[in-house]
């Protein structure tokens, strides 16, 4: 997963094929594809997580740190937001609008695309069916890969899997990989990054842990 591509990274790997939708309920993708966008923005230097657990836009982002929608909407809010916020307060306010975002630019790039079916009732319904079988596989298999051969990792390969890891969804790695061995090496990552992912990852799983709890009720 190449840098600027942790959100659909994270969509793709939650993707279930034969639902034509995430594997994971909205509002935990939700929460999961900000946390992945920001942990982009961090490692790009665009934005920072301050002591306090704040985003925050740094003074000298790189030129193209922000490219594409997703992560224009994200860095765009932080810097014209008056006032310091935590991870949560941002998942809260671009949860719902990054999930179009990321959907929109998967069928726009030709990986994903809009297909509706009838229900047992006979009524329509939409869903996101494949349409580039290698693309839409490819993240899954990457970040696997890297599970298995430690050696491997990439950063945005370790930065994706902590993400995982603070929403408490290894599963999307089975049967391939199981929970312990990508808990274990998500916390050895963990340990190796900077302390701003170290801060986003305790907000993400604090948001997480919200959010399952509401969809458990």
């Not at 949560?88 to 509706?116: H, K, P, T």
């Not at 490819?138 to 994706?160: D, E, K, N």
Request: aromatic fraction near 2%; charge should be neutral; charged fraction near 20%.
């Amino acid at each position: 997963m190449e840098q600027g591509a942790l959100a659909n990274g994270l969509f793709l790997i939650a993707y279930d094929e034969a639902a034509g939708r995430s594997g994971l309920a909205p509002d935990l993708l939700a929460c999961g594809l900000v946390g992945a966008q920001l942990a982009d923005l961090v490692t790009a230097g665009a934005l920072t997580i301050d002591p306090d657990h704040r985003v925050v836009a740094t003074r000298s982002a790189p030129a193209g740190a922000a490219a594409g929608e997703a992560a224009t909407l994200v860095m765009d809010s932080v810097a014209h937001e008056p006032r310091a916020h935590p991870v949560r307060s941002w998942i809260d306010a671009l949860g719902g609008l990054l999930l179009e975002v990321v959907q929109n630019d998967l069928v726009q790039r030709g990986v994903l695309r809009q297909a509706s079916e009838r229900t047992l009732l006979g009524r329509r319904r939409t869903k996101l069916a494949v349409a580039d079988s290698a693309a839409v596989h490819a993240p899954g298999i990457a970040l696997r890969g890297m599970v298995r051969h430690p050696g491997t990792f990439t950063l945005q390969g370790a930065v994706t899997l902590v993400v995982i890891a603070a929403l408490g969804v290894e599963q999307v790695l089975e049967p391939e990989v199981d929970r312990a061995t990508a808990r274990r090496l998500a916390q050895d990552a963990a340990d190796h990054l900077p302390e701003a992912i170290a801060r986003l990852r305790a907000g993400l799983a604090e948001t997480a842990a919200a959010v399952s709890v509401a969809v458990r009720r």
